[in-house]
DNA sequence: TCCTTATTTAGCTAATTTGTTAAATTAATA
DNA sequence: TATTAATTTAACAAATTAGCTAAATAAGGA
């Protein structure tokens, strides 16, 4: 379960306009390329892209996007993995999913609260 | 269906720790109370709360509570209706679930792209 | 070993955000 | 009508964020 701290870290992640294309292209494929062929096309690692290719897409310096990176990374979003003098990056559906329950949660035990005052809207479940 | 603008705002809206509490309490009933007791109890306005209510909550002004509200209000969050010179906020559930349904479909939109490389991860699902 | 590639860190500036208090606005009430 | 209550706007300061270039680091290849 996420606490408090790691879902303001998240939203204020996502809260970037860079930051949430790189996001949104990530789980959407747009720069999922199969980078080393000797390996399983399978392996995430090897489908994933790193720092240079995602910078391609932007009209930011290299270290500007890097900073983005790492603070999706810190708040978990993507996972960063270093191979040779490279660093692939894939996505974390885990989290993003998790962060889905919570808001159908959140709307879920709201709803339930308004029944307290009005039961005539339980019929509309 | 929230455009990326819309998005960005609602994630900044949200990435910042006071606003995240005011939309928690908001629906989780933290500051729900039954204001005007003229009304029918399923008179979401009369269910609502005010501005001064919800600052009385946190050491930080009124201006600024009042400024951290029409943010999310900006961003769809909750909607703000004046009676007579009282303001009443209530939540949009209407917005997080949207919100989290975008969340739900991009991780399924992964998934799908995932097993475009392995067959054998259908088996899975 | 030297060069190249990939990435991060450092140091800086500009823009934005978040807080403050004081003043303005709006509506109810005495 | 004068006062009080609820809220916003204005003007400002401090902190944070987001960008840059230059330098540092790390690994691979000639």
């Given at each position: 379960m996420l606490n408090m701290e790691q879902k303001i870290k998240i939203f204020k992640a996502l809260g970037n306009e860079t930051r949430f294309k790189i996001f949104k292209n990530m789980f959407s494929g747009g720069?999922?390329?199969?980078?080393?062929?000797?390996?399983?096309?399978?392996?995430l690692i090897a489908q994933a892209t790193c720092v240079t290719t995602i910078a391609?897409?932007?009209?930011?310096s290299l270290p500007t996007i890097s900073r983005h990176l790492k603070e999706l990374r810190d708040a978990n979003i993507i996972k960063m993995t270093k191979k040779s003098n490279k660093i692939y990056i894939e996505p974390n559906p885990q989290i993003i999913n998790e962060l889905s329950k919570c808001f159908t949660d959140l709307v879920d035990n709201y709803d339930e609260s308004l029944y307290q005052f009005d039961n005539s809207k339980k019929e509309e479940k």
């Amino acid at each position: 379960m996420l606490n408090m701290e790691q879902k303001i870290k998240i939203f204020k992640a996502l809260g970037n306009e860079t930051r949430f294309k790189i996001f949104k292209n990530m789980f959407s494929g747009g720069y999922a390329c199969h980078i080393d062929e000797s390996k399983s096309k399978d392996d995430l690692i090897a489908q994933a892209t790193c720092v240079t290719t995602i910078a391609d897409n932007f009209n930011f310096s290299l270290p500007t996007i890097s900073r983005h990176l790492k603070e999706l990374r810190d708040a978990n979003i993507i996972k960063m993995t270093k191979k040779s003098n490279k660093i692939y990056i894939e996505p974390n559906p885990q989290i993003i999913n998790e962060l889905s329950k919570c808001f159908t949660d959140l709307v879920d035990n709201y709803d339930e609260s308004l029944y307290q005052f009005d039961n005539s809207k339980k019929e509309e479940k």
